[in-house]
């Protein structure tokens, strides 16, 4: 299992034994890590059915459900429901911009992210997306859902239009009971399409976490002398003088960044930046002890 070692570097991982990630409002189960639940009685008891979808274990149907109604359930315990965490990474064309990528520097967030809560025997799972859903990793727990993800984050190439709208609702409706949500991206998209798919998650209780990754070249637009560029999602290339196009093009950064950060809030959506020349162990570190300070823990 070498190739985990690409994601998860021997300091990182050092470090973040030291840390944890919490959910400040979803926890809803018997459990075994660091959370303890608001419910009571037997942790065996029944909860909820919800839809099979694939990745799931066939003996978890309700096979009674199943005969009776032709359609595949799932019977849920409350003994499945502490905490469980769902990654959803952008893979959409633009994450391929930079050196290191966007994307790159998102797949090894994961993969800390992901270590970090596996490593607390919470469930975690990965949703990767660009126009859609391309993969789904349901949330789980144990020593070979890190592997799993990591496997998926490494064989994920960046390419293709975002529709960050279409996959959320897709990854809502196949989430189920209440998750942390954590989302990965760098939201370089219309903030109305962004904000219907944070709504959707929020109608169904879950907690949100939206995590922008940015190459330094889109927060300061450094470029001198006339300069081509070229959309990595389909657009056509565009010669532009930079003395020109600097300021319209901070303008509108700038503009879109408050109109993201402002419906997270309005949508109860912790938000977070990333900047790909920052170390991603220091980032990692300060995010979350930015998070423990809130959480009053």
Not at 81 to 92: F, V
Not at 224 to 252: F, Q, V
Request: charged share 25%.
């Amino acid at each position: 299992m070498s190739f985990v070692s690409r994601y998860l570097e021997p300091a990182l991982v050092e470090r973040l034994n030291h840390l944890q990630l919490s959910a400040r409002r979803v926890v809803e189960g018997a459990t075994t890590g660091l959370h303890k639940s608001p419910f009571k009685g037997a942790s065996v008891e029944f909860r909820q059915h919800r839809f099979y979808v694939p990745g799931d274990e066939p003996r978890r149907l309700d096979w009674r459900v199943l005969g009776r109604t032709d359609r595949p359930y799932i019977k849920e315990y409350d003994e499945e429901t502490n905490l469980r965490c769902l990654l959803m990474l952008d893979c959409s064309g633009s994450m391929a911009y930079g050196n290191p990528h966007k994307f790159d520097y998102a797949a090894r967030l994961v993969a800390s992210l992901a270590y970090l809560m596996l490593a607390n025997t919470e469930h975690v799972g990965l949703a990767i997306f660009s126009d859609a859903l391309h993969r789904w990793i349901p949330p789980r727990s144990g020593t070979g859902q890190l592997a799993q993800i990591v496997d998926a984050l490494e064989h994920v190439t960046p390419r293709g239009p975002t529709q960050p709208a279409r996959a959320m609702h897709q990854a809502a409706d196949r989430l189920g009971r209440r998750s942390l949500v954590i989302l990965i991206s760098d939201f370089l998209s219309p903030v109305a399409g962004i904000g219907e798919g944070l709504a959707h998650f929020g109608h169904d209780r879950h907690e949100l976490i939206a995590l922008r990754v940015l190459d330094r070249d889109e927060i300061e637009f450094p470029f001198k002398s006339w300069t081509r560029l070229r959309g990595m999602e389909g657009e056509k290339p565009h010669l532009c003088e930079p003395a020109i196009m600097r300021r319209l093009y901070l303008d509108n950064f700038q503009r879109h960044e408050k109109q993201l950060q402002d419906r997270c809030h309005a949508l109860k959506t912790e938000f977070a930046l990333f900047v790909t020349d920052h170390s991603l162990l220091e980032s990692t570190t300060r995010f979350l002890h930015r998070r423990e300070a809130m959480s009053g823990t």
